[in-house]
């Protein structure tokens, strides 16, 4: 009873380190409060071969990667281009422009990547179905698809024709 008591003093610890790796309070105090909850419920695995506080900031690790892994599948690419009123001859370069570095972009990164990428987002598949089609974890789905996303970011060719 005296460990249950104690979960809460280390919130502010908790959150700090939660707020460096997530940057944005709101999400490091999401993390924290489901590492506490993590900790009540699971008490009961806390054996004592580490103190309290190297318990609860391991939880709290698995709860950041979590956290990221979410906001990387919702976090939009914003590729998106308004369609124009007027479809003259300017326009539609732009257009064409725009699908080319998106075609050249894609092949720069590797093919199961870009597959990942283009299933997820441009075929609008769930994670599950992603995973099926290709006979991968969800986790190597969420990890090919958030570096994908890195990479199109970073894309030169990509942001010109934007």
């Known amino acids: 009873m005296q460990v249950v008591g104690s979960l809460g003093g280390f919130r502010p610890q908790l959150l700090s380190f939660a707020m460096r790796r997530l940057g944005n309070r709101e999400r490091a105090e999401d ?3 489901d590492t506490l909850l993590a900790a ?3 008490l009961e695995r806390f054996g004592g071969a580490s103190s309290l506080g190297t318990w609860l900031f391991g939880i709290l690790k698995h709860k950041i990667v979590d956290a990221m892994r979410r906001a990387s599948r919702e976090e939009p690419l914003e590729l998106e281009v308004e369609e124009p009123h007027d479809a003259g001859p300017e326009s539609e370069l ?14 720069r990164l590797p ?17 599950a179905e992603v995973c099926r089609e290709l006979s991968i974890s969800s986790a190597n789905c969420w990890v090919m698809d958030y570096r994908a996303r890195q990479k199109l970011r970073a894309c030169r060719e990509l942001r010109d024709a934007l």
């Open 94 to 107: 732009a257009r064409r422009r725009l699908l080319e570095a998106v075609d050249a972009s894609l092949k």
């Open 40 to 42: 009540l419920e699971g």
């Open 31 to 33: 993390a924290v409060q």
């Open 111 to 127: 093919a199961r990547a870009a597959r990942v990428f283009v299933l997820r987002t441009l075929m609008e598949m769930n994670t």
